[in-house]
């Protein structure tokens, strides 16, 4: 089994260019089903998770071509043969069931078993399926499998119990192709949602108001192919700006859009660290001496995001002072405190509340990367802790970050994959 050897404390410097975004790519992936004619992205990362969309795409008769090094990815879903993935695919990945509103649109069929993915909470589909069955589709249960049907979908008025990423672009590329308009309100108003209208706009799309809580979507007879670049990545962004600030060092993060990291932005400054935007889609970011600890929320957009609430405790694990967490979009978001436990942070969990106590310093163990942020933060925590760190099911990262280890190692750090631990790291653990 891989690991990932961290030898920490060198403060990280240098200049590392972030990824297109793997939450942009995905829906974007998906919704390239509802067009018979060619679709190419660019800026898609290589990424396990968009390995797996793009075998999605390919059992149901799709044609997916994916050049990693131009990072750009050619569908062409002329014909369509299925309707139902593989359960295996389906299940490794949340984000394949937003293949179910551009399998109602295009063949008026889907069947999929229910999603998997980071196990960092519940994560139900109720709002996804309140929405499409609002326009016409009709769900029922079959074996552990959602069969969903729809003879022609209309427009319709939702309004989301909560705004739901998923579910927002579930009802958008249901609704492109139906009769009529939707109107869809307390829609969640992330950035890669406005990069998704952009993309189907760029396809003869009609949709208006992406990136507020009311969205309109004119239905269309059908969109064309197009050719389209997705936004970058602002959970890496931020998890790189972090790993130079936790460091004490100084990075400048390139390809970065950093009006979409206003909150991880503000709250950084707030902790005393050093924090500037440059020209060029750039941000340099670094710290001297300790910071100061903050109280956070995670939020939908433009909230603190929650993607980012794991690395920033980490952070807060070594602040002076004591933070407070609370944790609003997911239930179990806090499976990486036992990590950062067995590193020395002080943390008390309380319900949806982390109460993190600064310690000066964390010191190198061996721990395991339970999901894909969560091993992020033990990542940073690894990089500023006095000592070796051995992070276990490393491959938690590998879904969402392209070639993290090695860009780290660009700036400076001391971190390794291995296949097989050497002897004298082994260890019980704590
Ligand atoms: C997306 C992101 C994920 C991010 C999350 C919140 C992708 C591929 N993933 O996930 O990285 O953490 O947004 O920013 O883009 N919920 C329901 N019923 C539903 C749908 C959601 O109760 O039908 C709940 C979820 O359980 C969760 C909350 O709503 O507690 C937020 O989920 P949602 O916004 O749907 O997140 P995802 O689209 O799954």
Redesign the pocket.
């Known amino acids: 089994m891989d690991k990932l050897l961290v030898q920490g404390g060198a403060p990280l410097r240098g200049r590392v260019k972030v990824n297109g975004s793997?939450?942009a790519s995905?829906?974007i992936m998906a919704a390239a089903l509802l067009s018979s004619e060619p679709v190419i992205i660019e800026g898609v990362p290589d990424l396990m998770?968009v390995q797996t969309m793009a075998a999605v795409l390919q059992a149901l008769g799709a044609s997916v071509r994916f050049d990693p090094i131009k990072e750009t990815m050619h569908i062409s879903a002329e014909v369509l043969r299925g309707v139902e993935p593989p359960p295996q695919l389906v299940q490794q990945m949340?984000?394949s069931f937003?293949i179910l509103g551009p399998l109602l649109a295009r063949r008026g069929k889907a069947r999929l078993s229910l999603p998997g993915?980071c196990a960092?909470?519940?994560?139900?589909?109720?709002?996804?399926?309140k929405g499409l069955a609002a326009m016409g589709a009709r769900f029922s249960m079959v074996n552990g499998c959602i069969e969903g049907e729809a003879d022609g979908l209309k427009g319709a008025r939702i309004y989301l119990d909560?705004?739901?990423?998923?579910?927002t672009?579930n009802i958008i590329t249901a609704a492109v192709l139906a009769r009529g308009t939707t109107i869809l309100e307390n829609a969640?108003t992330?950035p890669?949602i406005v990069d998704l209208a952009n993309f189907l706009n760029s396809m003869g799309a009609l949709i208006s108001g992406a990136g507020t809580t009311s969205i309109r979507i004119e239905g269309v007879s059908r969109l064309k192919g197009t050719r389209y670049k997705v936004i970058p990545d602002r959970?890496e962004a931020g998890t790189l700006l972090l790993a130079g600030i936790i460091t004490g060092g100084e990075v400048v993060v390139e390809n970065v859009l950093s009006d979409h990291l206003k909150p991880l932005l503000a709250k950084l400054r707030e902790t005393g660290a050093e924090v500037e935007e440059l020209e060029q889609s750039a941000i340099r970011a670094g710290s001297s001496g300790r910071l100061r600890a903050v109280d956070l929320k995670t939020l939908?957009?433009p909230g603190f995001?929650?993607?980012l609430q794991p690395q920033f405790m980490a952070l807060l694990a070594t602040c002076q002072g004591t933070g407070v967490i609370t944790e609003t979009?997911?239930?179990n978001r806090f499976r990486h405190v036992e990590g950062l436990s067995c590193m020395g942070a002080q943390i008390q969990v309380d319900g949806h509340h982390a109460i993190v106590h600064g310690v000066p310093r964390l010191t190198g163990a061996p721990v395991r990367a339970t999901d894909l942020r969560g091993g992020a933060a033990l990542l940073l925590a690894a990089l500023a802790a006095r000592g070796l760190t051995v992070i276990a099911e490393p491959y938690h990262l590998w879904r969402g970050y392209y070639r993290l280890e090695e860009r780290l190692q660009g700036l400076g750090a001391q971190v390794q994959r291995v296949s097989s631990e050497p002897e004298q790291l082994i260890s019980t653990g704590c």
């Not at 960092?120 to 399926?129: A, F, K, M, S, T």
């Open positions: 793997k939450n995905l829906p998770d949340r984000a937003l993915g960092i909470g519940i994560r139900p589909v109720d709002l996804h399926l909560y705004p739901s990423v998923g579910a672009e969640a992330e890669e959970i939908p957009y995001p929650t993607d979009v997911f239930e």
